[in-house]
């Protein structure tokens, strides 16, 4: 059964600073996974979506990078600013019989000027 | 602009009283989806549909009903709504199946009283 895990939870930085948010899966075996960007009691913007067959994939300050057999993908923020502070949800999609995303825990992240 | 928009944002009912959350995409997309969210349990799939007159059960589907008439629409119909129908829920759609990029409405916050 796939199981997607984030860590940290939460993370409170100041302006500038380059974060790196952690996803793992327990199935190396995914189609791709997705990044979300989700504020609170709002919808989940798509930020990237990261093919299995590529290492990274970047959009502005944000990067994305998978390595699969390691179950891992990490979303690596740039100068970060106030703006950023949301909760970030990666995700992948479940087993071929289900269509659904199977969503990790989420990352609460706050950054103050 | 592309998107995918609900109605209502906001939705405050009683026990039993029949209710739509209305769901629609302008991406002429194949695949939709409901998922509702809960604090502690995330994003959990209610029901999902491939294309028209095509829809199948996600992981939660109890006291919900769904169809598909039309491609753009897919609207979640709560026939004897309960408190804990009470959530946070969202739409999503994607061109051709699950495993491509997926784009969510705003949510719906519902209360049943």
């Known amino acids: 059964k796939q199981e997607v895990t984030q860590i940290p939870a939460a993370l409170s930085v100041p302006e500038g600073e380059n974060l790196v948010l952690n996803c793992s899966f327990t199935?190396?075996?995914?189609?791709?996974l997705q990044w979300f960007r989700q504020d609170p009691g709002k919808g989940l913007t798509s930020l990237l979506l990261?093919?299995?067959?590529?290492r990274e994939q970047t959009s502005g300050r944000l990067n994305a990078s998978l390595d699969k057999s390691s179950g891992r993908s990490t979303l690596y923020i740039a100068a970060s600013q106030p703006g950023d502070s949301a909760t970030y949800l990666c995700?992948?999609?479940?087993?071929?019989?289900?269509?659904?995303?199977?969503f990790g825990t989420g990352t609460r992240l706050q950054v103050f000027p | 602009e592309a998107q995918v928009t609900q109605n209502p944002r906001y939705l405050i009912t009683v026990t039993g009283k029949k209710l739509t959350v209305t769901c629609s995409q302008n991406?002429?997309?194949?695949?939709m989806s409901w998922y509702r969210q809960d604090p502690g349990l995330g994003l959990r799939q209610i029901y999902y549909?491939?294309?028209?007159?095509?829809?199948d059960k996600g992981d939660v589907p109890e006291g919900y009903k769904v169809s598909r008439k039309e491609k753009r629409n897919f609207p979640l119909i709560l026939e004897s709504p309960s408190p804990n129908q009470t959530s946070l829920y969202f739409c999503?759609?994607?061109?051709?199946?699950?495993?491509?990029?997926?784009?969510f409405g705003p949510g719906t916050r519902l209360t049943v009283l």
């Open positions: 995700a992948v999609p479940g087993p071929y019989n289900t269509d659904k995303l199977i």
């Open positions: 199935d190396s075996a995914i189609y791709n």
């Open positions: 990261i093919q299995s067959s590529q």
């Open positions: 991406m002429n997309h194949e695949y």
């Open positions: 549909s491939m294309n028209v007159e095509v829809t």
């Open positions: 999503a759609s994607a061109r051709g199946s699950n495993y491509n990029e997926q784009f």
